[in-house]
């Protein structure tokens, strides 16, 4: 095996691999790898510039016991910055050291030395590629050794009951409801960003750690050291984007429904809420006000002067959000154009078509720029020049018809080997025209997101999830996993998205949970599809805006008088929430620290912390205990260290302890911290 020594990196190359360890920023390496003369060198997630390092890069001999029991001297090599330290052995084995201690290594079972001495005949290595019939792609397993006792969290966010990630198979896809963002952060003081927008599937399992791609042309992977789960997001962002600065002006009531059908119904919630002395600082217009997706225009219909009615909302301080989907339907205007031009993603085989909801369609193709400067266009003229303040960018996975990623190509390349960065190129349509408009203050909503997407402005959303007490409780896992992901902008549909009844009691009360929580994330925000079905077509055309269902009210006021007041309570709390959240956003822009966090990431020395997964700190001030199961009225809460004030009534409390704390339906336990 051959050694380079460069001064800002260690190459090596064996059996046709050429492997890259490089410094990239504070404490930290990136490590690439490929089967072909060059790296394609994407920077994917790896964005921002970072400082200039002066690695330690050498090379030395280490003697070894071969396989026929002699002893030999074989040149090993290392890379060490600041704290981080990577070693490779003769047979290409790389091994992770902060401080000098072990905190990862790649799983190697073939003969031809180990650092390990385990099973040698195994043939199993630590990086297989496996070149695809016609293609100058490869599929690559990358192995790593299982630590005992370790727990891993981030990723992203996934539907599920686990927030430790250790023991789990996780699909690195986009789906609608689950964002794939590949940054793991460990309890022993390591996170590892996976760069590679590829579709596969990661484990963390108990005997190792594997990373399975199906089409790749480089391995990329980055990975850092801190002494905190802080400082580890503070050196993430510093290489992937920092949040913008978030306007104070949306950190009140989101208002939102499926769907507002016409401009009348906008304003007349509006001038409703202005009666009651509730200010919405936004109202979002949803799907179908448009006459066929892809046309990206107000149905003149229902929405007859679109400009008339932004400016009588922004009278009252509201601002507005229209969605836009990346679908294309077959009869919009615009699709034939698109595809002419090669504006729209390709299917490899059988008919044209990506999605099927309400239409024929084909999605937008976000990766290539002449899309995106298409698509602005169309919706600068049609929205954005009404006085329109954001887009709801829905359906940002895309969402297919069928998830048969094997079928889809862009621009860039395969789906299989670029599509989960696409919710990431599909904001920047919008994010990279607007930020000049507006100063850099570009708030979007979006239903997925990829490594980095937090410096676009994106808002992002749990997406289409049950209302079920047993979805609330995974997205307080959802958002403390995104958080430690880098996403800072997170938030949920209050009351989950998909319910049955309205006028069921069960859901009044996860209602009025689901809200309460609501009010401690980074976004508030009511929406959701409200059953039952029965509100008839405002016309009987099989296109426009006329002709889809709607649900049922979904405002502040529409689930009963006693409800109202609790909304109304907690509305008022949030309000009064302001000047803190102000800073917890811009403790976000400042060094990646989400809003919603996990106990650990403020108690890293508190073991019992790395252990909850039901209650979490929102910032650092305040500890929230959600309410997570029907009729539930009480509820253990666990205090770390310091002295803690229960807020509904001051009561205080020491921690280091467990409490149980009454929980009636106007009531979610929340400690603040004193010291």
């Not at 490929?34 to 030395?60: F, I």
């Not at 590679?196 to 990373?211: A, E, I, R, S, Y």
């Not at 119904?265 to 001038?271: D, G, K, Q, R, T």
């Not at 959600?626 to 001051?650: C, D, K, Q, S």
Request: proline fraction near 4%.
């Amino acid at each position: 095996m051959e050694f380079e020594v460069r001064s800002n990196e260690l190459v090596f190359k064996r059996q046709g691999e050429t492997v890259y360890i490089e410094a990239w920023g504070n404490d930290s390496l990136r490590v690439r790898s490929t089967m072909g003369r060059h790296l394609t060198d994407r920077a994917w997630a790896l964005t921002e510039k970072v400082k200039e390092s002066k690695p330690e890069v050498k090379t030395y001999f280490v003697e070894e016991k071969t396989g026929e029991g002699t002893i030999e001297k074989r040149e090993w090599a290392s890379i060490t910055n600041g704290r981080i330290k990577a070693e490779v052995n003769y047979a290409g084995v790389i091994s992770f050291y902060r401080d000098d201690k072990l905190i990862l290594r790649e799983y190697f079972r073939a003969y031809g030395g180990t650092i390990s001495k385990e099973s040698r005949c195994l043939k199993v290595v630590n990086r297989e590629w496996k070149g695809l019939y016609g293609s100058d792609n490869y599929s690559l397993k990358v192995r790593f050794e299982s630590n005992p006792g370790e727990k891993i969290f981030g990723m992203g966010q996934y539907q599920q009951q686990q927030m430790d990630l250790k023991g789990c198979t996780l699909e690195l896809a986009q789906r609608n409801s689950q964002a794939s963002v590949p940054f793991a952060v460990s309890n022993m003081g390591y996170g590892m960003l996976w760069n590679n927008p590829g579709v596969g599937q990661v484990t963390f399992g108990m005997n190792m750690t594997l990373w399975d791609m199906k089409s790749v042309k480089d391995m990329d992977y980055w990975i850092t050291v801190a002494d905190t789960p802080k400082a580890l997001l503070a050196n993430y962002t510093d290489v992937t984007g920092h949040s913008p600065e978030f306007p104070e002006d949306l950190m009140g009531l989101w208002q939102c429904k499926l769907r507002y059908r016409t401009q009348e119904e906008v304003l007349s919630i509006a001038h409703r809420y202005k009666e009651l002395g509730i200010h919405i600082d936004q109202i979002i217009i949803d799907f179908f006000h448009w006459t066929y997706q892809g046309d990206w225009k107000f149905d003149k219909k229902y929405w007859p002067d679109p400009k008339a009615m932004v400016d009588e909302l922004h009278s009252m301080g509201i601002k507005v959000i229209v969605s836009v989907w990346p679908s294309v339907d077959r009869k919009s205007e615009n699709f034939y154009p698109m595809l002419e031009k090669g504006l729209l993603i390709r299917t490899e085989r059988g008919a044209l078509q990506t999605y099927d909801y309400q239409g024929d369609c084909v999605e937008i193709d976000a990766f290539n720029p002449e899309t995106r400067e298409y698509v602005w266009n169309i919706c600068k003229k049609n929205y954005y020049d009404y006085g329109i303040d954001g887009f709801w960018l829905d359906n940002s996975e895309p969402d297919y018809g069928v998830y048969d990623f094997e079928n889809f190509r862009y621009s860039e390349g395969a789906a299989l080997e670029v599509s989960n960065i696409y919710p990431q190129m599909y904001s920047r349509t919008f994010y990279d025209k607007m930020k000049d408009l507006r100063d850099g203050k570009v708030v979007n909503l979006l239903r997925c997101a990829w490594a980095g997407s937090q410096k676009y402005g994106n808002v992002v959303w749990s997406g289409d999830i049950p209302s079920t007490f047993e979805s609330l409780e995974d997205q307080v896992k959802c958002g403390i996993n995104m958080g430690l992901a880098g996403i800072s902008w997170w938030n949920t549909d209050i009351g989950g998205f998909m319910t049955d009844d309205v006028n069921d009691p069960q859901f009044k009360q996860l209602l009025i949970r689901w809200y309460q929580f609501a009010v401690y994330t980074a976004v508030f925000r009511l929406h959701g599809d409200r059953g039952p079905y029965n509100i008839p077509a405002l016309d009987d055309r099989d296109w426009g805006g006329g002709y889809l269902h709607t649900g049922q009210d979904n405002e502040m006021w529409s689930y009963g008088d006693d409800n109202f007041e609790i909304m109304k309570k907690y509305y008022n709390l949030r309000v009064s929430l302001k000047p803190y959240i102000k800073s917890l956003f811009q403790e976000a822009s400042e060094n990646g620290s989400p809003l919603m966090r996990a106990m650990f990431y403020e108690f890293p020395e508190d073991e019992k912390c790395w252990n909850i997964t039901d209650q979490y700190m929102f910032g650092s001030k305040y500890l929230v205990a959600p309410i997570l199961h029907y009729n539930e009225f009480e509820r253990e809460v666990y205090l770390p260290e310091g002295e803690w004030m229960l807020t509904a009534n001051g009561r205080r409390f020491s921690g280091s302890q467990c409490v149980k704390v009454a929980a009636p339906i106007e009531y979610m336990p929340v400690f603040e911290r004193i010291n």
